[in-house]
């Protein structure tokens, strides 16, 4: 089984600027992508960015030229560097890794865009 553990939410001004990690452990071979998800009250959880095989990188629309996802195998993390935040990014992320047999998911971590 792979476990994941987010780290690094908090609140943040409009503007500012907010690193996300998150710590894979266990089966992690089994891993074929890896992603960040977000969850805003009220609304469904979506797709924020995504490392597929091979490395390949994507982002939603709504995050572009702004947050960056990358992965640090030598440490087992993952991370989403997230930049020009504004209030509607708001939500609890979520890290995600799917195997063939798996969709797993950490417990989340809050991100609160306030003045």
């Known amino acids: 089984q792979v476990q994941l553990v987010e780290s690094g939410g908090g609140l943040v001004q409009p503007g500012g600027s907010l690193t996300l990690s998150c710590a894979f452990s266990?089966?992690?071979?089994?891993?074929?992508?890896m992603g960040w998800y977000r969850q805003a009250p009220g609304k469904q959880r979506e797709l924020v960015a995504v490392?597929?095989?091979?490395?390949?990188?994507g982002v939603a629309d709504s995050v572009k030229g702004r947050f960056t996802i990358s992965r640090d195998n030598a440490k087992n993390t993952m991370y989403l560097q997230m930049n020009s935040l504004k209030p509607e990014d708001t939500a609890v992320y979520y890290c995600?890794?799917?195997?063939?047999?798996?969709?797993?998911w950490g417990k989340g971590t809050l991100v609160t865009v306030s003045s």
């Open positions: 490392i597929a095989a091979g490395d390949n990188l």
């Open positions: 266990g089966n992690i071979f089994r891993i074929q992508t």
């Open positions: 995600n890794a799917k195997t063939l047999a798996a969709n797993i």
